[in-house]
């Protein structure tokens, strides 16, 4: 089994800067790829960024060049450095993990995914 609790979300102004961290515990074989998702009411979930078996990293369009995944794995840490935040990233972000992936197949399918964290709220005020 897998835990993930993330942290580090917030009210933020526009152009404002943001680290979400996501925790992990439990199998490491289970959580070898790392990805960041997002959802706001009433759409579907949209997967943000993910980290790959070998460290490679990919990124939805709309947060290519101002959000940076990355993982701590001494620390079993997941982090998401999301700079020049615009209104249109609030959501509630999770972050989520499978056994393996590989980060150039795009875009990353919800139900690939095994272990969920509960999420952190991040709102942008423009």
């Known amino acids: 089994q897998v835990q993930l609790v993330e942290s580090g979300g917030g009210p933020v102004q526009a152009g404002g800067s943001l680290r979400l961290s996501c925790a992990a515990s439990?199998?490491?074989?289970?959580?070898?790829?790392m990805a960041w998702f997002r959802q706001t009411p009433g759409k579907e979930r949209e997967g943000v960024a993910v980290?790959?078996?070998?460290?490679?990293?990919n990124y939805a369009d709309s947060v290519t060049g101002r959000f940076t995944i990355s993982q701590d794995n001494a620390k079993n840490t997941l982090y998401l450095q999301m700079n020049s935040l615009k209104p249109e990233d609030t959501a509630m972000y999770y972050c989520?993990?499978?056994?393996?992936?590989?980060?150039?197949?795009?875009?990353?399918?919800?139900?690939?995914?095994?272990?969920w964290g509960q999420g952190t709220q991040v709102t942008v005020s423009s």
């Open positions: 989520a993990s499978r056994q393996w992936c590989f980060a150039y197949l795009w875009p990353l399918k919800r139900d690939h995914y095994n272990y």
């Open positions: 980290i790959d078996n070998d460290a490679q990293t």
């Open positions: 439990g199998d490491t074989y289970r959580r070898g790829c």
